[in-house]
């Protein structure tokens, strides 16, 4: 294929080589025509690699990390190179399982008798819970599309939900203040109600899998400017992590062992579960921090459950803590630069990308980049599940696409008319879901960088979307009171 | 009219009396002695002055008494389940977006379906056509009679050009041009200065509606864009109709209510 193209186009011609994200060198170095596309390079790189079969790859130039997206000679467009020097293209393996668009919906469930604030597909993809300001979490069944189990007893609004990474638990939050753990297949109330937040509770994290396979621990982030690790297995709080001056509104209990939180007094604290106090406090933000993502945030909420893989077909079938150790270590190593990377989204219309932080505890923590860009403040940053992409929602009705590794924009995706509330990553990182204010979702590709359809329906606007886990179903809930399942 | 403050000027130079606050404070104790003899005795104009300015007094300290008594009180703590839910990432944010969110129920989609509308002026009074318009004399002898002048509110489009005075029949005076209107939302009961986009009828006759005529009871179409409605299908609105309230011509503004 390649050598066509050669005689198409005369001495257009430039020096390759082939290099992974870790830094390793693929092959000798190739003299390749310019107008090369990126389907000619996979082809070249399976037969560097001696793949038995072609496997999908992104390719990026090394030193701007910008995409080939159509042909080599566009990408280098903005880069100058010498004819002399090589070329080093990063290739990004891209993952052999395709998760097929949703397009359609499948089923409008009602039930709710109040604005659904917040859903979540279980990590076994077995089932789905949604939050309601009825006071009401209810249960449905997503393969047959039916309401499952309706638990009642929060006295106010139920915020956030959270699935155990074992599936086997659901915890949720109230405005009031209390969360409580429930058994989502017989819909009871394990233990007691955990309370102790004088308010309402904004963001709830399950311990990751690999560091307990018990699943008894969990953190929540309140208004009330304190964080708490709840033992679920005793009814107890376990510590109270005080130090921030204002709300807390996002937390992450990273594969590290560390707990990151965000707030609204401009902080992030690193904080030590073991101890239960601040191993680093940054401030780098000009206002509130809304949201955070880390780039393990994807296996992480796979927790017990295997990551979406061609080779077997999904199984949901659980994993020892072994095994899901090493997979998290692999997840993180083939992430770019191999180390963990956590990105905040704050008022101040900015993105911040950080690295390290739970290792590298050098007193002072410098950001890898700011990311700027909106127009108003962001509301959701998401990173893709492999890493490369990482996407943010703001107010300003834009999601904005930018470079995992260096932070680079690359893309704002339009459409919306509304603000954008959420967004979700398909779970092989070629399609993007966002929820709005405008009562749609739209699905974005990455691929093409255009609409890949949009998903109206709703009559109010959408608060919370969900894209479970083995890719086969998403779910979009609002203002109007309707849970929607999304299908291909 | 004093030209300065002679009295705290003489008190600064001067100082007070020895027995000032002695005296100060007899009068204040027998200010309540000297109040009940006054409602007793006055009569005519005076006591209707006296009694007026004690009633308000009387209100006054009412009004402070339970100020203190409500600062004392324990308030019961309102576990009711408020309606309105909104996630947690709107949850400090409520102030400033509330008064542009306008609901989309599905009454309301019901009623755009039918195209009908409760207009909140169900009937109006008919305006005559002379009472509309003013008969404009014209020619060398002032004696043709066939121009009119429009004597109401009007809303002329954007690119509109006179007509020449030759064959311009009917005069839509600048003065009574309007391009805006202030718009209430009967939901949110809050009101929006919104451009006016076309008038859709005017219930006194077809002729006004082609004319542009804004009285009292007319349908006008409003630009809502910037109220962030928004369709099923995630387009914004941006025309709605609204009816008017006011008397334009009168009040020399359109008030209006949006048809939800």
């Known amino acids: 294929m390649a050598s066509t193209d050669v005689a198409m186009d005369k001495g257009e011609t430039t020096i390759i080589q082939f290099q992974s994200a870790e830094g390793e060198k693929a092959g000798p170095s190739l003299d390749i025509p310019l107008s090369s596309t990126p389907e000619q390079l996979t082809s070249l790189l399976n037969e560097l690699l001696e793949n038995d079969e072609p496997l999908p790859y992104a390719f990026f130039l090394s030193d701007s990390r910008e995409e080939v997206t159509k042909s080599l000679k566009l990408a280098m467009k903005s880069v100058s190179v010498g004819k002399e020097k090589i070329l080093s293209i990063t290739f990004q393996p891209q993952s052999l399982f395709r998760v097929r668009s949703v397009t359609r919906c499948t089923s409008s469930l009602p039930g709710h008798e109040e604005a659904i604030l917040t859903s979540a597909f279980s990590p076994d993809s077995k089932s ?72 309402w509770v904004t963001s709830l994290f399950w311990q990751p899998y690999h560091l307990s396979t018990k699943c008894t621990h969990l953190v929540s982030a309140s208004k009330d400017n304190t964080l708490r690790i709840w033992n679920t297995a005793a009814s107890t709080c376990y510590k109270v992590l005080a130090g921030h001056s204002a709300a807390v509104t996002c937390v992450r209990w990273s594969g590290e062992n560390v707990i990151y939180s965000a707030s609204q007094d401009r902080t992030i604290k690193v904080w030590d579960p073991q101890t239960g106090l601040v191993v680093r406090n940054i401030s780098a933000h000009g206002h509130w921090i809304n949201t955070m993502t880390l780039n393990t945030d994807y296996v992480l909420g796979c927790g017990a459950f295997p990551m979406l893989d061609e080779a077997t077909g999904y199984i949901a079938k659980k994993l020892d803590a072994v095994v899901a150790s090493r997979r998290y270590e692999d997840v993180k190593r083939k992430m770019v630069g191999g180390k963990e990377r956590l990105i905040t989204g704050s008022d101040d219309f900015t993105l911040i990308m950080w690295e390290d932080l739970a290792n590298n ?66 779970a092989d990182a070629r399609l993007l879901l966002s929820a709005s204010k405008d009562s749609t979702c739209k699905v974005w590709e990455m691929r093409t960088r255009k609409l890949k359809s949009d998903l109206p329906g709703h009559s109010d606007e959408v608060y919370t979307v969900d894209w479970s886990i083995d890719g086969k179903r998403a779910v979009s809930a609002g203002k109007d009171k309707v849970v929607k399942i999304w299908h291909h | ?107 309301q989609k019901r009623k755009e379906k039918a195209g009908k509308w409760d207009v909140p002026l169900p009937k109006v009074r008919a305006i005559a056509e002379d009472e509309m318009f003013k008969v404009v004399k014209t020619g060398k002898r002032q004696k043709k ?116």
Not at chain 2, 56 to 65: F, G, R, S, Y
Not at chain 2, 150 to 164: D, L, Q, S, W
Not at chain 2, 179 to 191: N, R, W, Y
């Open chain 1, 128 to 199: 789905l819970a949604t939050g309601s300001g009825d006071t009401t979490v209810r249960c449905w069944n997503p393969e047959s599309q039916l309401p499952d189990k309706t638990l009642r007893g929060h006295k106010q609004w139920v915020l956030a939900i959270c699935f155990s990474p074992d599936a086997l638990r659901l915890a949720t939050a109230s405005m009031d203040g209390s969360v409580r753990v429930w058994d989502p297949t017989l819909g009871e109330i394990i233990g007691k109600p955990l309370l102790g937040h004088k308010k």
């Open chain 2, 145 to 260: 009679q066939w121009k009119r002048m429009v004597t109401k509110v009007t809303y002329v489009g954007e690119g509109f050009t006179r007509k020449p005075p030759k064959y311009e029949r009917f005069i839509r005076p600048m003065g009574l041009r309007f391009k805006k209107a202030h718009v209430t939302h009967p939901e949110l009961k809050t009101t929006f200065c919104l451009d006016i986009i076309g008038v859709k009828k005017n219930p006194s006759s077809q002729m006004f509606t082609s004319l542009g005529v804004i009285t009292r009871g007319t349908v006008i179409e409003v630009n809502v864009s910037e109220l962030g409605l928004v369709t099923n299908s995630g387009k914004v609105v941006w025309g709605k109709y609204a009816q008017v309230t006011n008397n334009p011509e009168n009040d020399g503004c359109i008030n209006a209510v949006l048809c939800v």
């Open chain 2, 1 to 107: 009219m004093p030209q300065g403050e002679y009295m705290e000027l003489h008190r600064k130079r001067y100082g007070v009396r020895m027995d000032q606050h002695e005296r100060e404070r007899k009068r204040d104790a027998r200010a309540g002695r000297r109040r009940s003899e006054q409602a007793r005795t006055l009569t005519g104009i005076k006591a209707k002055i006296y009694n007026k300015q004690r009633f308000k007094e009387k209100a006054a300290m009412k009004k402070a008494i339970n100020m203190h008594f409500e600062k004392d009180k324990t308030a019961k703590v309102d576990d009711k389940v408020r309606d309105g839910a909104v996630p947690a990432y709107l949850l400090d944010r409520e102030q400033q977006t509330r008064s542009k969110v306008l609901s989309n129920t599905l009454k």
């Open chain 1, 361 to 426: 505890l050098s007193k002072h923590a410098k950001p890898v980049t700011r990311m700027t860009g909106h127009q108003q403040l962001v509301n959701d940053v998401r990173y893709s599940p492999d890493g490369v992409y990482i996407a943010s929602a703001s107010f300003d009705k834009s999601v904005r696409l930018w470079d995992g590794a260096s932070g680079k924009f690359l893309f704002t995706f339009r459409g919306h008319v509304g603000a954008v509330y959420r967004i979700v990553w398909s």
